[in-house]
């Protein structure tokens, strides 16, 4: 949590950087991959992908407060999982040194039983043993 929120207060005394979200990169493009397959995974409960896609130390804090870890989340997809999707908009990919990125932008929560919702989020990726992981999401829901 901690990191977290050293990320989240670097980031705020970072400019935003528009001209990088229009441009493409090989390591931008993976990302978003990995944020698409993570997504489908979790609306299709695909259980194995996400054990694959979310690092050990997870910290994933929901739109509502609610915090997961990464055995928490799993279990939360598998037993009441209710994803129908999420649609990115305004996202940006920032490399943060050579092993980080942070991912951020503003994204439209489908669930099923529940009307559609935007948020605000913070997504962080981490490069462990030659492969990324997804290490921390923050959402912070954006009044209607």
């Known amino acids: 949590m901690k990191r977290l929120l050293v990320v989240v207060v ?3 005394v970072v400019p935003s950087v528009p001209a990088f979200a229009q441009k493409s990169s090989d390591l931008e493009q993976k990302i978003l991959a990995l944020e698409t397959k ?3 995974a979790m609306v299709s409960k695909d259980i194995a992908t996400l054990d694959a896609l979310l690092g050990e130390d997870l910290s994933y804090t929901h739109s509502g407060g609610t915090v997961d870890t990464k055995a928490s989340f799993i279990a939360l997809i598998k037993d009441r999982g209710r994803y129908l999707g999420v649609d990115y908009s305004n996202t940006q990919v920032i490399p943060w040194g050579g092993n980080t990125v942070v991912v951020r932008g ?15 989020f913070l997504d962080v990726w981490a490069l462990r ?11 912070t829901r954006i009044p209607e």
């Open 10 to 12: 670097m980031l705020s």
């Open 38 to 40: 993570r997504v489908a």
């Open 106 to 120: 503003r994204a439209q929560i489908r669930l099923e039983g529940t009307a559609s919702y935007p948020v605000l």
């Open 129 to 139: 043993d030659g492969t990324w992981k997804m290490v921390a999401w923050q959402a």
